[in-house]
């Protein structure tokens, strides 16, 4: 697996009192640029494989949301609206906007809000795992699903995710469950004027393919990519897979 490249120190950036941790890989000359965006409970960690391949071509920025990766917890539940709104704050603060914003699991509805909100800040919109299929808004059927992808994980992807969920805590988790499990993506996909591509593993329990495929119907312009035998968190077992389906898209006429 390739370094980073031209990674920098982590920075912190703090907007309506939210805190935000950047860690980024700047490129002299490069094709795109592109902002990663973890899910409930995660950080940055579970994307670095995907940041290092993104960044032999790009400059990438993949950031550790407010409460998660041991940035400081807000007090109180963060709307989705809300956190794309400070989301597109942290992108101007970048000034390299238009980016491509991608989101994984949750993230695809901090980045589906930011494009929807903000096209002016966002040329390409991608979620990988998207979350939450209208069809199965429950708790414990989310819980049961990621149980079942955790069996077919590598064991180093769990253990990013066990060590995630401690350094969040329940409390954080729990506050921001109930935005993700209401948020309507479904319905704002619709809005995006950016390019939407969708990205699953086909064997992902949490985001399934009719679902996706759902999602990608309600788009203006959409696109479904399916990386073959792999789990929900494909872009750590599969990167160079999913930056390729990245890459094509963004270059796409």
């Not at 980016?99 to 980045?111: N, Y």
């Amino acid at each position: 697996m390739p370094q980073d490249q031209g990674m920098v120190a982590a920075r912190t950036a703090a907007v309506a009192g939210l805190t935000f941790r950047i860690h980024s890989s700047v490129h002299p000359d490069p094709a795109a640029v592109y902002v990663l965006v973890h899910g409930i409970g995660m950080s940055h960690r579970y994307l670095r494989r995907l940041h290092a391949v993104l960044a032999q071509r790009a400059t990438v920025h993949s950031l550790d949301m407010p409460g998660f990766g041991g940035t400081p917890k807000p007090r109180r539940e963060v709307p989705v609206e809300e956190m794309a709104a400070a989301l597109g704050g942290v992108v101007v603060l970048l000034g390299s906007e238009p980016v491509v914003a991608v989101g994984h699991s949750m993230g695809s509805q901090w980045v589906v809000e930011l494009g929807a909100t903000r096209p002016d800040l966002v040329s390409h919109v991608v979620v990988i795992g998207p979350v939450t299929d209208d069809h199965r808004r429950n708790g414990s059927v989310q819980a049961l699903a990621l149980g079942l992808d955790s069996c077919g994980e590598p064991p180093a992807a769990n253990a990013i995710v066990f060590t995630d969920y401690v350094r969040c805590g329940p409390r954080w988790y729990l506050r921001q469950l109930g935005p993700m499990l209401t948020y309507p993506i479904e319905r704002r996909v619709a809005e995006l004027s950016a390019p939407l591509l969708i990205i699953r593993g086909g064997a992902d329990p949490v985001a399934t393919r009719q679902w996706c495929r759902r999602l990608r119907d309600a788009a203006g312009t959409g696109r479904l990519v399916e990386v073959p035998g792999r789990p929900h968190i494909v872009q750590w077992g599969a990167p160079r897979a999913v930056a390729s389906a990245l890459r094509a898209f963004v270059l796409a006429p």
